[in-house]
T-cell receptor
């Protein structure tokens, strides 16, 4: 079982609609949790970084939440645009004395016109 | 975060040849860089941690003699896929650990071995 699970695996929404992507993790302790956007054939680009003490972090139309008690995070995209079509990856950075990233399985989002 | 340049963005090579991929940190002196491999519809998998001036640290199952890593300066790490075979075809991505735990990824290199 993957230590960082994301849902749904894929999602299709209409342009202009909102959506929420989920990330559940079992790894601990962690120093921070990150959300990345990865366009097809490109490297991941950072959207948000949250430490375990932060509950929410926004970056434009992207808002990430974190519940360290339940080990859940979400990424909410508001007023989706066609350019939001990409894979969204949740990444947990373990606090093990050195940096170690654990990648989620990703959610493939398609925004349809 | 740091600005990372990866080159080439794609490469096609014949089976048995070697391919070198470069990862440059343009505005940050990186003592540590990371190399990942990503197969279609899968997550990034860490291959190795590149340390400036010393040997790279490879993840379990990654052949160090096949995937040669050189990190000779604070701004450049290279990954050489030696004697490439079709099963080495993948998307290779480097990343740099910048300030405040920020990780910046390169744009990736699509390797196709024919």
């Amino acid at each position: 079982k993957n230590q960082v699970e994301q849902s749904p695996q894929s999602l299709i929404i209409l342009e202009g609609k909102n959506c929420t992507l989920q990330c559940n993790y079992t790894v601990s302790p962690f120093s921070n949790l990150r959300w990345y956007k990865q366009d097809t054939g490109r490297g991941p680009v950072s959207l948000t970084i949250m430490t375990f003490s932060e509950n929410t972090k926004s970056n434009g139309r992207y808002t990430a939440t974190l519940d360290a008690d339940t080990k859940q995070s979400s990424l909410h995209i508001t007023a989706s645009q066609l350019s939001d079509s990409a894979s969204y990856i949740c990444v947990v950075n373990l606090n093990t004395g050195f940096q170690k990233l654990v990648f989620g399985t990703g959610t493939r989002l398609l925004v349809s016109p | 975060g740091a600005v990372v340049s990866q080159h080439p963005s794609w490469v096609i090579c014949k089976s048995g040849t070697s391919v070198k991929i470069e990862c440059r940190s343009l505005d940050f002196q990186a003592t540590t860089m990371f190399w990942y491999r990503q197969f279609p519809k899968q997550s990034l998998m860490l291959m190795a941690t590149s340390n400036e001036g010393s040997k790279a640290t490879y993840e379990q199952g990654v052949e160090k003699d096949k995937f040669l890593i050189n990190h000779a300066s604070l701004t450049l790490s290279t990954l050489t896929v030696t004697s490439a075979h079709p099963e080495d075809s993948s998307f290779y991505i480097c990343s740099v650990e910048g300030l405040n735990y920020g990780y910046t990824f390169g744009s990736g290199t699509r390797l196709t071995v024919v």
